[in-house]
């Protein structure tokens, strides 16, 4: 039983900390949350907010002790979606409460010092070095096979990670991780080539409970932007029992005991690799969202009642035994913990929605997308006359769909459909636009942003000979039925980034425009469609460069 006057101090108040304040009030709490930022989404829900910044630790204890001090007392100290656990370890300590130690939560939040342990342990994850700006032409002078990666040691969210393909792309990488860095250093390492899965669970009393195992779906180099993900993971049994062998020695080397653990992990041709640790549970719609929706466990819930002291009931009720079954690269070591896990008896995918750089004028389509069957949610991100780009990290989308289903197919299907109904339509006259519409890329970003639809140089040929020769799309005509069908039956069914096909996005424009004259340049039409799908056109349109304004 909890005491209801007593406080659990919460270490964030966006969104991703929203189900740890409901969880505290469900368990008899008051929800005292703590953040730099006093408009974060989340402020509205705590029964009290204190302006704190969380990367101040000396702060965050001074404040826990006077709560602790107070008439009403301290319960615990959580956080979930940041990278501040070694701040609630470190006011744990203090206050003598439940936690992971504070050494293990800063091995678990610097990457190098991360590594460092995985490979004291001979736990795999890639080679690794640490690089500040000084040693920039050092770094340059000795690596010599590529691609690698650059990463800032301590920080989230995939700010300043990208892929460095040749060596000429190496400096500005790595002077983008460290000025992403709150300790200005970055972590160069080997690339694992594989696919990537998201595990979480709980340790308590020497058991781990994986809590949910999902595939992440990540595109766009050189960066490494997550598209979704998909929860349970439809990976073979075998593959899932070694890639969870190898995290749970992982959690070990890095001296976690007692609360919520978090991986990136990739399966290579060398088996699992650890991509990273964390103490803490999952950002990204996992924890709080997509496993919950899955399995039908509370889970921030069940990791808050260990914060407190308390036995995660619902999770032992529901866990099952899960055998020890190591990959070969790590046979010869013993098992750490006893392994349990939460099934998921339903499907739940999470897809992300984005845009071309500008800047947004008129979002349509929210309430077909929301009526689609299977969805759960939708949770956007920028909204009308907010500045969009192409994201280069995982928090510059523009939002998120949620659904939940009985199979994995109907599950993405319905993801996929309601991100189709969504349109974000630009201002027009913006430069940003412009810019990305004309295809310019820098040196080290070769290929990126990539085009709405992957043409071929031989179709492209084909459309530019059939726009000389038909320079004026006439009015109150189908754009999609304009090029000739033995070109359009190549292409129509090709997908933009938010899943829109070529032959829906002229539909769409068709639909969304008052054509009351030709459209007298048909080579820039399709030009901006290649480029930009529907934004593009919609732009092109809206700022009258296709005379027809």
Known sequence: MSDSKKNILILGAGLMQGPAIKAAKELGYKAVVIDANDKAVCVKDADRFEKIDLKDREAIASFALDLKSSQEGLAA??????????????????????SHSFEACLNASDKVRMRGC????????????????????????????????????????????????????????????????RTKRAIFEDYMDGPEFSIDSLLYKGKLYITGFADRHIFYPPYFIEMGH????????????????????????LGLTSGACKADIKYTKDGPKIGEIAARLSGGYMSGWTYPYAS???????????????????????????????????????????????????????????????????????????????????????????????????VSKCGNVITLAPTNEEAVSAAYDAIRKITLRLEAGNPATDKFLSGK???DEKGFPPDAFAISEEIRAQVEDFCKKNPEIPENSKTSEFLPLKIMEKIAALEDWNHVSLKSALEKFDAMTDRKMPLANSKLFFASLFRASIQGLLYQYDSGKLNCL
């Open 118 to 181: 995985f490979k004291k342990a001979g736990v795999p994850s890639p080679e690794f070095s640490e690089v500040t700006e000084d040693k920039i032409s050092q770094i340059e002078s000795e690596s010599e096979n590529f691609p690698k990666v650059v990463k800032p040691c301590d920080n989230m969210g995939g700010r300043g990670c990208r892929l460095v393909r040749e060596k000429h792309e190496l400096k500005d990488a790595v002077l983008t991780a460290c000025r992403n860095s």
């Open 296 to 394: 039908g466990i509370f889970l921030t819930k069940e990791g808050l009642k260990i914060a407190l002291g308390q036995e995660p009931d619902e999770l032992i009720k529901n866990a099952l035994p899960l055998a020890w079954q190591p990959h070969e690269s790590v046979k010869g070591m013993e098992q750490p913990f006893e392994l349990f896990e939460v099934k998921c008896e339903k499907t739940s995918a999470e897809r992300a929605w984005l845009s071309i750089p500008g800047k947004i004028a008129k979002i349509t389509g929210f309430d077909e997308a929301e009526n689609i069957p299977f969805v759960k949610g939708l949770l956007p991100r920028s909204f009308e006359g907010d500045e969009v780009d192409f994201p280069r990290n995982n």
């Open 441 to 443: 890329t820098v040196s």
């Open 230 to 253: 998909t929860m349970p993971s439809t990976a073979d049994e075998k593959i899932k029992r070694e890639l969870i062998a190898t995290f749970a020695l992982g959690i070990k080397s």
């Open 77 to 98: 100290i959580f956080t979930a979606g940041t990278d501040f656990s070694a701040s609630v370890a470190y006011a744990s300590e203090k206050c003598g409460l439940s």
